[in-house]
């Protein structure tokens, strides 16, 4: 079906993506905005709070992981609805656990579901976006990635909107968990059955599975799938980080108060957004691995202005370019991953595990590192994986018969 798709199924196909990229970003602010009420609401400290949203991160780890297997055994069209409508449930058990039952426990089984769901839909749906770039012969992963901010913004927003409201944690999130759902039945309807994604559903294919579980794990033993890795670890490592402690390290590095410290990071999710937005003709321009190069050398400048700066404007300079030059890795790493359509599922799944392990993993090991040498010291940390990210973007050249990325169009 792949090859004959008219003008009108492309464009309801790249629709449905983008609200699925944006649905996947509106579950995880929707329940980040109650943090504060789901945490007494339940009765726990920061660090049982703690020690439950890291499970949520575990459990994300795990989805990704496992992506292939579901892949293999369902295809990506199936694979996607079943997990739209997992973590849909899980962010309405979160809200059960919260104003229902004041369980802690059951808030934690919402959090393993909404990351389950979610980790495992993240590999789907670009190895999706990456199937639609290769249909339009265009760049247009990092505006998929764009939705996604989108959607957290929006989600941060209808939290604003619903604490306002006075609505308690259990109506907010149920409303929005069967938002996700109708946006998952109406999505998933556009989204066309291919054979490099598993879908067609005959009787020796579905016996076959097994062989496809093969293929779909075949791209740990690459070592390409290992550069792309490094490449994703480390703007990874520098947007969870800059998510964490960027306002933390205003404050506490430079003395200023706190709402510089959340203009800062607003600065930064802005910067790291437009470039999502508008990079895909510039990838389009000059080739995946020269715009990761410049990006890098962005961040790295960005970064060490950031730690170094005598005044709080130069921070504010530092901090645009800090989310500029670390708006593309994942996105572009993701894109280079996918350039074999067969192998696609596969190649994505792992190289995303490696940086979204990073992703998850390493503010918190920022932060106990900083306890030890000083924060704004820690960060260059960050600096040496960024520039490990820019010396390993030549991995991201686009595989022979791939056009998307290659530049000069």
Not at 379 to 404: C, E, H, N, T
Request: glycine letters at 12%; a neutral charge; charged letters at 10%.
């Amino acid at each position: 079906m792949e090859s004959t798709l008219t003008r009108s199924q492309l464009v309801r196909w790249r629709t449905a993506i983008f609200a699925i990229f944006l649905a996947s970003g509106l579950s995880i602010a929707t329940w980040a905005a109650r943090v504060p009420a789901i945490k007494d609401a339940v009765g726990v400290d920061r660090t049982q709070l703690g020690l439950m949203l890291f499970i949520g991160g575990v459990a994300s780890i795990i989805g990704l992981s496992v992506s292939s297997v579901v892949l293999a055994r369902w295809g990506a069209r199936r694979g996607m609805l079943v997990m739209m409508i997992v973590f849909a449930v899980g962010v309405a058990v979160i809200g059960i656990g919260s104003d229902a039952l004041h369980s802690a426990p059951v808030v934690v089984i919402g959090l393993i579901l909404w990351g389950f769901g979610n980790g495992c839909l993240d590999v789907m749906m670009n190895v999706e976006g990456a199937a639609i770039e290769k249909h339009v012969g265009k760049t247009i992963l990092p505006l998929f990635h764009a939705f996604f901010s989108f959607g957290t913004v929006i989600g941060a927003g209808l939290g604003v909107l619903a604490i306002a409201w006075g609505a308690n944690v259990l109506t907010h999130l149920a409303i929005v968990a069967a938002l996700i759902v109708v946006v998952a039945i109406v999505s998933i309807a556009n989204v066309p059955s291919r054979e490099a994604t598993m879908d067609p559903e005959t009787p020796a294919e579905k016996a076959g599975w097994r062989d496809r579980l093969h293929l779909a794990l075949s791209a740990w033993k690459e070592p390409r799938t290992y550069a792309l890795g490094v490449v994703m670890l480390g703007m990874a490592f520098a947007e969870g980080g800059a998510n964490d402690w960027l306002a933390l390290g205003v404050v506490e590095g430079h003395g200023a108060d706190e709402a510089l410290g959340a203009a800062a990071l607003a600065v930064f999710s802005v910067c790291m957004t437009v470039v999502r937005v508008f990079g895909g003709p510039l990838v389009d321009r000059f080739g995946r691995v020269a715009t990761l190069r410049v990006l890098a050398v962005a961040a790295t400048a960005g970064l060490l202005l950031f730690i170094l700066a005598p005044t709080t404007p130069l921070v504010f300079v530092g901090a645009a370019l800090w989310g500029a030059g670390v708006s593309l890795g994942f996105p572009l790493g993701m894109s280079a991953a996918a350039d074999d359509p067969e192998k696609a599922a596969a190649r994505v799944s792992a190289a995303a595990t490696i940086g979204y392990v990073a992703f998850l993993a390493g503010p918190p090991a920022l932060g106990f590192i900083s306890e030890q040498i000083g924060l704004l010291n820690t960060l260059y940390i960050i600096v040496a994986l960024i520039v490990a990210s820019g010396l390993a973007s030549s991995a991201a050249k686009p595989l022979p018969g791939s056009k998307v990325g290659a530049g000069h169009h």
